[in-house]
């Protein structure tokens, strides 16, 4: 087998066992052989021994099986079904991405199993309108910016309530130099800093637009474990112990919202139980607690109480004053 037939010889075993063989779902010698022949190279038991040996070498996981007296060959995969099946459906339920980057996305997660595992999947059923936003593009370019550590200027758009887009600062770029990304509440954020204003700010990514790199920026000390403990959602302010009476049903849930090393259980009784966190106070940290008005009582701070009961107030007059025929103004 000259050199070039073998380079080829070793990149078609390892396409075969990529796709055809899995932990389920051995392949013989003798089938790889008939691959080989249909690419019209010849082989033996001894030279495809010896492929499986550079393979290996190389870093690929080949396993050995005995099934019905006959030895049998698959190749480890990098990821599990169970791990593929996790990264499908976070890719799947993700709001900010367009249906051609997810149909993308889960081609390419697909094709690190065989064609047996792929078909163990439930296939995607959710419909969705198409998004141009180009997403994909401007995270590349925006993570190759601050590995530059290069400034960006860009346009920011909000929509108005007829549903078109209306851009800030008047409609002149920002100047700024981007920090880190994040993803929050299911979108994608860039962190970017304000030479002016001397503070990082939030933009969300699908709302820049027109986005270019600019030149090399000095850099900027930016401790982003800090940021992000400051950083509710979004939201910042000063942190606060908050105490409440909750409900029995809703120990599962507050433990999944705040994490139970943030939780301080003070009492429980037969029906509820008492318990402090720290958090910031912040609108989400208010919408939480309203969806559970029926469920949750604050007993501290004051200040919360006051914004709940605000609230509250404000509901209830708007709709005491629909039911008799007001009009708001």
Same mark, same amino acid.
């Given at each position: 087998?000259?050199?070039?037939?073998?380079?080829?010889? +070793?990149?078609?075993?390892?396409?075969?066992?990529?796709?055809?063989?899995?932990?389920?779902?051995?392949? *013989?010698?003798?089938?790889? /052989?008939?691959?080989? $022949?249909?690419?019209?190279?010849? #082989?033996?038991?001894?030279?495809?021994? /010896?492929?499986? %040996?550079?393979?290996?070498?190389?870093?690929?996981?080949?396993?050995?099986?005995? /099934?019905?007296?006959?030895?049998?060959?698959?190749?480890? &995969?990098?990821?599990?079904?169970?791990?593929?099946?996790?990264?499908? +459906?976070?890719?799947?339920?993700?709001?900010?991405?367009?249906?051609?980057?997810?149909?993308?996305? $889960?081609?390419?997660?697909? #094709?690190?199993?065989?064609?047996?595992?792929?078909?163990?999947?439930?296939?995607?059923?959710?419909?969705?309108?198409?998004?141009?936003?180009?997403?994909?593009?401007?995270?590349?370019?925006?993570?190759?910016?601050? &590995? $530059?550590?290069?400034?960006? #200027?860009?346009?920011?758009?909000?929509?108005?309530?007829?549903?078109?887009?209306?851009?800030?600062?008047?409609?002149?770029?920002? &100047?700024?130099?981007?920090? &880190?990304?994040?993803?929050?509440?299911?979108?994608?954020?860039?962190?970017?800093?304000?030479?002016?204003?001397?503070?990082?700010?939030?933009?969300?990514?699908?709302?820049?637009?027109?986005?270019?790199?600019?030149?090399?920026?000095?850099?900027? *000390?930016?401790?982003?474990?800090?940021?992000? =403990?400051?950083?509710?959602?979004?939201?910042?302010?000063?942190?606060?112990?908050?105490?409440?009476?909750?409900?029995? #049903?809703?120990?599962?849930?507050?433990?999944?919202?705040?994490?139970?090393?943030?939780?301080?259980?003070?009492?429980?009784?037969?029906?509820?139980?008492?318990? /402090?966190?720290?958090?910031?106070?912040?609108?989400?940290?208010? *919408?939480?607690?309203?969806?559970?008005?029926? =469920?949750?009582?604050?007993?501290?701070?004051?200040?919360?109480? $006051?914004?709940?009961?605000?609230?509250?107030?404000?509901?209830?007059?708007?709709?005491?004053? %629909?039911?008799?025929?007001?009009?708001?103004?």
């Amino acid at each position: 087998m000259k050199p070039t037939e073998r380079s080829l010889a +070793s990149l078609l075993v390892l396409r075969f066992l990529q796709e055809e063989s899995g932990e389920d779902h051995g392949v *013989s010698t003798s089938d790889i /052989s008939a691959m080989l $022949e249909e690419h019209g190279i010849t #082989s033996d038991r001894r030279v495809i021994y /010896s492929i499986f %040996d550079n393979l290996e070498e190389a870093g690929f996981h080949i396993v050995r099986i005995r /099934s019905q007296r006959k030895f049998q060959y698959y190749l480890k &995969h990098d990821v599990s079904i169970a791990e593929t099946f996790i990264l499908l +459906s976070a890719i799947r339920e993700n709001k900010a991405l367009s249906l051609t980057t997810k149909t993308a996305l $889960e081609k390419k997660i697909l #094709s690190l199993l065989s064609r047996d595992e792929q078909r163990l999947l439930p296939a995607y059923a959710g419909e969705e309108k198409e998004k141009q936003n180009h997403l994909e593009e401007k995270i590349e370019l925006l993570l190759r910016a601050i &590995h $530059e550590r290069r400034m960006i #200027s860009f346009q920011y758009f909000d929509y108005d309530v007829h549903g078109d887009k209306t851009y800030r600062h008047g409609g002149m770029p920002y &100047h700024l130099l981007p920090l &880190h990304l994040m993803m929050e509440n299911e979108r994608y954020y860039c962190i970017l800093y304000n030479f002016e204003r001397n503070m990082p700010l939030n933009f969300r990514i699908d709302k820049m637009e027109h986005i270019t790199k600019e030149e090399v920026s000095d850099p900027v *000390s930016f401790d982003l474990d800090n940021y992000m =403990r400051k950083t509710f959602r979004m939201y910042t302010g000063d942190s606060e112990m908050v105490t409440a009476i909750f409900d029995n #049903s809703m120990a599962s849930i507050l433990f999944d919202t705040f994490g139970k090393d943030n939780i301080m259980i003070n009492h429980v009784d037969k029906d509820t139980f008492t318990a /402090s966190l720290r958090t910031t106070i912040t609108p989400t940290l208010v *919408s939480w607690f309203l969806q559970f008005y029926d =469920r949750v009582t604050v007993i501290r701070p004051t200040s919360f109480i $006051e914004k709940l009961s605000d609230i509250a107030t404000t509901i209830l007059s708007n709709y005491n004053e %629909d039911r008799k025929g007001g009009t708001k103004k």
